[in-house]
């Protein structure tokens, strides 16, 4: 297949609103990929290359000054060698060998396929919005159900994997993946919630009620001795987190896999601010990202999906935190528990939740015992709420300021994920909550991520536009219809909480949740 093939489907999606639209198109460039191709193709279409980063970024791409070819003979297996070969150039004399690599690669293509390059390698593409509707094509490309397709893609944490399965092996080999300890599965994630007696309504009386942490998510998986950890994208922090990897090597089991959330705790026992979380991730933030030796991570689990060669994913939550509370039943390992009730009264849950205010956490998460374990934000069995509205956005823009603000990048524009595959879709705007820090890491960081480098020179005046890549955390006080954004919908009071460097685009909310907030 030639690489302008995938091209070419990359615009077909782009220029529909829709889903069955991109689906199809997405279907059909599969079924035309030789199985070797799939894997490749399927990265690329969902935004990143195979390899994850290359080690091209935006400084070099853009210096990059090569003649487009006239006419299209790059195949897919050509760039894909071409991005292995990127990925392993290390060492002495690596910046040379990559920009011939590169030279190389844009010589051969044309304009478009050049524009595509840029993209892909930049991360402009990365949004992970495609991802749903990727499943979705898969699906439909090999005739097996979406359902089959979904639960292979939780326990393999890889989409083009997951595809080149489907088309290769159909229904039957798709069952046949599980899950495996030290391969990290793609975390249930919950929806927002109105309120506590709106979640206790809709999900009823056999539910626990736990604390929402203002931490960062955790997967934990132990065989013996060895002790791994991922975060929420399946980025492995194993070398950074040694007190979590103490504290579950030394629990009663031989293998585990553990779910959760760790955070960095004040001598009051009170979160320390989330950037101190983050910071041992090796996340950058507006806050600086040198680790603190004072910031210790304290775990705490609240989901078990393997014990000791039983997997537990399909089982209802009961019977996972009936396990967990056995692992954890010890004295000394009673700590490692998320705090909550099982089955509370309207009462005790409300004193559930204003426990975990009162200790300076976020809000509560309300869960239906009877759920299996199931990656997404795909129904209801899963609810957190918060005092607040509070919305994760991805930052498509800013404009320079004036006054005390005059040379900082401020008022931020706010985008909502396209749950359907498309770009962000701009809900608002917001200057609000921006400390002195904050702003000064925003006019030093953007400039990074500017599609025209030329506005996010200092002294320039007006906007600069982003590629989409940063999540921002916004509370506010609900949403209102609108026709000056194309979403039909704009935030109201919206002012900065944080920034997320846990969170991609892919996780941020989508237009559908703003459009709940509407009154």
């Given at each position: 297949?030639l ?10 999606v ?41 080690g091209?970024?935006?400084?070099t ?75 979705d ?13 979904r ?44 309120s506590?007696d ?37 980025r ?32 009051d026992?009170r979160p ?17 990202d ?16 393997h014990?000791d ?54 809000g ?40 005390r ?32 820090e ?14 025209d ?13 982003l ?11 609900g ?26 685009p ?14």
């Amino acid at each position: 297949m030639l690489f302008s093939d995938v091209v070419a489907t990359s615009a077909a999606v782009g220029a529909t609103r829709s889903r069955k639209e991109k689906s199809a198109a997405l279907a059909e460039r599969l079924t035309a990929a030789d199985p070797s191709e799939v894997p490749a193709v399927v990265a690329w279409l969902t935004g990143e290359p195979l390899q994850g980063r290359i080690g091209a970024g935006w400084r070099t791409l853009s210096s990059l000054d090569v003649a487009p070819a006239a006419e299209a003979s790059l195949g897919v297996a050509d760039v894909d060698a071409l991005f292995d070969e990127l990925a392993a150039t290390a060492g002495s004399g690596s910046a040379a060998r990559r920009r011939d690599l590169l030279d190389r690669l844009y010589g051969a293509a044309t304009a478009d396929e050049q524009r595509f390059l840029h993209r892909l390698l930049t991360g402009e593409l990365r949004q992970g919005a495609l991802e749903g509707v990727m499943v979705d094509a898969i699906a439909a490309a090999a005739d097996v159900g979406l359902a089959t397709v979904r639960r292979a893609f939780m326990l393999s944490g890889r989409l083009p994997g997951t595809a080149a399965t489907a088309l290769d092996g159909g229904t039957a080999a798709l069952e046949e993946v599980g899950l495996e300890v030290g391969r990290p599965i793609r975390p249930m994630l919950a929806s927002p919630g109105d309120s506590l007696d709106a979640a206790l309504d809709a999900l009823g009386a056999d539910v626990t009620v736990e604390h929402k942490l203002d931490g960062a998510r955790i997967q934990v998986h132990r065989d013996g001795d060895e002790v791994r950890v991922w975060t929420r994208t399946l980025r492995e922090i194993t070398s950074g987190v040694p007190e979590v990897i103490a504290r579950v090597r030394a629990l009663p089991c031989r293998t585990a896999v553990l779910d959760g959330e760790t955070l960095a705790l004040d001598d009051d026992g009170r979160p320390r601010p989330f950037q101190d979380t983050m910071s041992r991730f090796g996340s950058e933030g507006p806050d600086g990202d040198t680790p603190s030796e004072e910031a210790v991570l304290s775990p705490f689990f609240f989901d078990l999906l393997h014990l000791d060669g039983v997997d537990l994913v399909d089982e209802p939550l009961e019977t996972r935190l009936d396990a967990l509370a056995g692992l954890l039943a010890a004295e000394e390992h009673a700590p490692l528990r998320m705090p909550g009730a099982r089955r509370p009264s309207a009462e005790e849950a409300a004193a559930v939740l204003d426990e975990a205010l009162g200790r300076g956490h976020e809000g509560v998460v309300v869960k239906d015992l009877a759920a299996p374990y199931a990656a997404g934000r795909r129904g209801k069995a899963w609810q957190k709420v918060k005092p607040v509205h509070t919305l994760d956005l991805v930052v498509l823009g800013a404009e320079w300021g004036y006054g005390r603000r005059t040379g900082s990048l401020s008022n931020i524009h706010l985008g909502a994920r396209d749950p359907d595959g498309g770009e962000p879709v701009m809900v608002g705007k917001t200057f609000k909550g921006m400390t002195d820090e904050l702003l000064a890491w925003q006019t030093s960081t953007f400039p990074e991520y500017a599609l025209d480098p030329d506005t996010a020179r200092p002294a320039q005046h007006g906007e600069v536009l982003l590629r989409p890549a940063l999540v921002v955390e916004i509370a506010l006080d609900g949403a209102q219809r609108s026709t000056r954004y194309p979403g039909g919908v704009a935030l109201r009071f919206a002012r900065v909480l944080r920034y997320r460097p846990d969170k991609t685009p892919a996780e941020a909310d989508t237009l559908d949740a703003v459009r709940a907030l509407l009154a």
